[in-house]
């Protein structure tokens, strides 16, 4: 049924960031509305954070076009700009390809969510603003590594740059 | 600047539908997100139905996923399989080829939104489940004509099947 029964969705906490990266991301847990309804042009999650908790390292996509609409608390949208207070019914567009590296933090003391559509695409390269980082993905998975495709290692993730 | 000013972008009423057709719209309108913010590979649009508006004509895409979310007020979704009160918060899923159509009527006394998004394609044919009309649109525009490809006529258009 189009109707989707939102109780029987799980949230899921995954994250597959390496390493020490990936501590930051246990108050994050997404509901998969659009895989869980057969959608496969483009993915359809609701992003819940717990206090203190971010939605990403702060990053820009290359292929794939990326929007959020605040539905419950407040966030901070963190990008190339400044700092930006995200209310309920607030939006925000990143088309790919747009180097302007971005994240939500949950500042409050309240639980915070957000629904984002993020385009399903063959292949895809995502930058990490405030890191020495870059994701490529495709058919065969993800693979991290540094900017110039050299190899991450466990002294190189967190490096700050 | 991602962070959306949703005061700046306008709502617009406009049905591209053939004749009669195109009456009972006047009290929707759309605001088109994703055009104004630069997003090339989905649409995303909040529409807002005054009282007795209607979403769309029932219909179902063949090449485009659909989602939406309820944003404000309240909606019955009609499709094959009833009708179903949509209140703020809850979503449904119309993925391409699914022959299931489908709409949103606005029964309440109060204005209600919701917030859709469609994938972009090259081409796309859409058919209406309650009249004898199909659409197909590529890059020259849209057309409507009959489900077996003939010509509407102005007797045939808005003559339930």
Redo the contacts between chains.
């Keep these: 049924?189009?109707?989707?029964n939102?109780s029987q969705i799980p949230f899921v906490s995954r994250c597959s960031y390496p390493g020490k990266l990936a501590q930051p991301f246990d108050g994050r847990s997404n509901q998969r509305?659009?895989d869980a309804?057969?959608?496969?042009?483009?993915g359809?999650n609701i992003v819940r954070l717990e206090p203190g908790a971010l939605s990403s390292l702060r990053h820009y996509h290359m292929q794939?076009?990326e929007?959020l609409?605040m539905?419950e608390g407040t966030c901070t949208?963190i990008?190339d700009?400044g700092e930006?207070e995200?209310l309920p019914?607030?939006?925000?567009?990143?088309?790919?390809g747009?180097a302007?590296g971005?994240h939500l933090v949950n500042k409050t003391d309240s639980p915070a969510a957000f629904?984002v559509?993020g385009?399903h695409t063959q292949s895809e390269t995502a930058f990490y603003s405030d890191i020495d980082m870059m994701v490529r993905s495709g058919p065969d998975g993800s693979a991290f590594s540094r900017k110039d495709g050299s190899p991450l290692t466990a002294d190189q993730i967190g490096d700050n740059k």
């Design positions: 049924m189009p109707k989707l939102l509305l659009g309804s057969g959608l496969t042009q483009y359809v794939q076009d929007f609409m539905t949208l990008d700009d930006h995200m019914g607030d939006c925000a567009s990143f088309p790919a747009d302007n971005h629904l559509v385009t």
